[in-house]
């Protein structure tokens, strides 16, 4: 009788699982899809507009361009003052580091001489 509720309990707890796996695998396809719809909703947006512009499709690519070098020098500009402050964080923690050690050392260090001085 007690073999069959633990089988019948490990079945239904195997069960759980899998039903646990497969609703996670949906809710990953799902989530995929919809971040695919909008990847797709976008480029058809974007081509829409090109097609629809009021200037040549030459103005239209030209500033396209600019545009993106634009942006790129904003980016280049903020990931050198994000690697400017990380480095001189990083530097921050290591002097911290140095001096936490140094001290900690001087205190061991003091430590020991008094023991040694006592027991002389």
Known sequence: MKSQKKGSESEELTSL????SNNRKKSIMNSGKIVLGILASI???ALIGIVF???KGSKIRRKIMQNGE???DDFKDQFDDFLN???DK?????KDSEEFIRKE???HLDGKM???????
């Open 17 to 20: 699982k899998k039903n646990q």
């Open 43 to 45: 480029g058809v947006g």
């Open 53 to 55: 512009a009021p200037q």
């Open 70 to 72: 634009n942006y790129l």
């Open 85 to 87: 402050e990380a480095t």
């Open 90 to 94: 990083i530097e921050k923690i290591w």
């Open 105 to 107: 050392k001087t205190k």
């Open 114 to 120: 008094s023991k040694k001085d006592i027991v002389l």
